[in-house]
């Protein structure tokens, strides 16, 4: 089955400055690849997904990238301020008639004022 | 955007006992999942959850533990039997297919105390 690694567990940015999560897949088949934030008590909130179709996608302070031939892709998060505090995980997927998510292990992003 | 809720949201349970917990969205999903998160963990899939069939399991976890019912589009509940301790956790429903995207979104979940 599929194996998702994430990388760095924990992660302390100063306010503004640029945070990076990666993950990688195991599964070639994988092509669906969401990002969701989840903050204390909360439920996960999709926040970014991208397919394998595409190699990049923003949404205003976030991008995920997708290096199919490595088998890893990754959150970047720009001008970073302290609401983006959270735990962040990353998840694949072979959205075909199964659709079950693989969620890696999570990144505790804290920024700090 | 669709509303997705679950009852309980937080239930305190002597060890022994059952535990079934609702989720409900406000329009019809093609699929509804179930999963499990420790506390500081991730998130676990513990089975599909299929309209009209039964579950699909994912390793580790047994309908005898975990038995899944699915009665139409928006309703699924997950029964936590014979609880102990170590089912301690949060527990989460996930619809996919809303307005025939395959995305996934999370209701509130439950968080269950085993005592």
């Known amino acids: 089955g599929e194996n998702v690694e994430q990388h760095p567990s924990t992660l302390s940015v100063q306010e503004g400055d640029s945070a990076v999560i990666k993950c990688t897949y195991s599964?070639?088949?994988?092509?669906?690849f969401p990002w969701y934030k989840q903050e204390l008590g909360k439920r996960p909130q999709l926040i970014i997904d991208?397919?394998?179709?595409?190699g990049e996608k923003k949404d205003q302070r976030i991008a995920v990238t997708l290096n199919k031939t490595a088998k890893h892709f990754s959150l970047h998060i720009t001008e970073t301020q302290p609401e983006d505090s959270a735990v962040y995980f990353c998840a694949a997927s072979d959205s075909g008639s199964a659709r079950q998510l693989t969620f890696g292990s999570g990144t505790q992003l804290t920024v700090l004022p | 955007s669709a509303v997705i809720s679950q009852k309980p949201s937080r239930d305190i349970c002597q060890r022994g006992t059952s535990l079934t917990i609702q989720c409900q969205v406000d329009?019809?999903?093609?699929?509804m999942f179930w999963y499990r998160q420790q506390p500081g963990q991730s998130l676990t899939l513990i089975a599909t959850a299929n309209q009209g069939s039964e579950a699909t399991y994912e390793s580790g976890f047994v309908i005898d533990k975990f038995p899944i019912s699915r009665p139409n589009l928006t309703f699924s509940t997950l029964t936590v039997s014979n609880m102990s301790p170590e089912d301690s956790s949060i527990y989460l429903c996930s619809v996919d297919g809303l307005a025939g995207e395959d995305t996934q979104y999370f209701g509130p979940g439950t968080r269950l105390t085993v005592l």
């Open positions: 991208i397919r394998s179709n595409v």
């Open positions: 599964d070639s088949a994988s092509n669906y």
């Open positions: 329009s019809q999903v093609t699929m």
